[in-house]
């Protein structure tokens, strides 16, 4: 029976990007392997730890959703934990219903994306090309997008509300005055 899990691991700050995308496949291989699926990769990159960790105060943080079999979830721990790189992991199951709505809402903007995408298509052949150059883009119906300010950034990072989801807040200093 396969079911919905979720990867998250944090890998040692010392690591490329050669070696984290290494990783990346040698966890793909295994899930194709054992007939599962990789559903989404986010890479939320560089971040600090909540305490050191092998003398480390910063990790990679990379969370992966997957359809996964049991057996593979004891070969992923099982390769995760021989691997340097990693300096923490975790798989947990994720909520059925929670996982049941992301896919609908996936599959409605599918959707409408196709059915924009036909509309616009339909449009351009039935038009003459001179009129086609004049009109303006179809645009898709999606929702608010928050700009976010990013410090030593010249403009603001445009997210959508599920990029906002996964961010993690803010994680604030503590000051002590000697």
Do not use: C
Request: charged fraction near 35%; charge should be negative.
């Amino acid at each position: 029976m396969r079911r919905d899990y979720e990867l998250g691991f944090i890998l040692n700050p010392e690591v490329s990007e050669e070696q984290t995308s290494a990783i990346l496949e040698r966890i793909e291989k295994i899930v194709k392997n054992y007939d599962g699926r990789v559903v989404k990769v986010n890479q939320w990159g560089r971040r600090r730890l909540a305490y050191p960790i092998e003398h480390h105060r910063d990790g990679n943080y990379v969370f992966i959703d997957m359809i996964l079999t049991p057996e593979t979830v004891l070969e992923l721990d099982r390769t995760l934990k021989v691997s340097e790189e990693v300096m923490r992991h975790i798989v947990k199951r994720r909520d059925p219903k929670a996982v049941q709505k992301e896919r609908e809402e996936r599959e409605e903007r599918e959707a409408r994306a196709a059915t924009a995408a036909t509309q616009a298509q339909a449009s351009t052949t039935a038009e003459p090309e001179a009129e086609v150059e004049a009109q303006a883009p179809v645009e898709l119906a999606a929702e608010p997008e928050e700009e976010i300010l990013v410090a030593g950034e010249e403009e603001p990072i445009v997210l959508s509300p599920e990029e906002i989801e996964y961010v993690p807040p803010a994680i604030e200093e503590e000051t002590t005055e000697a």
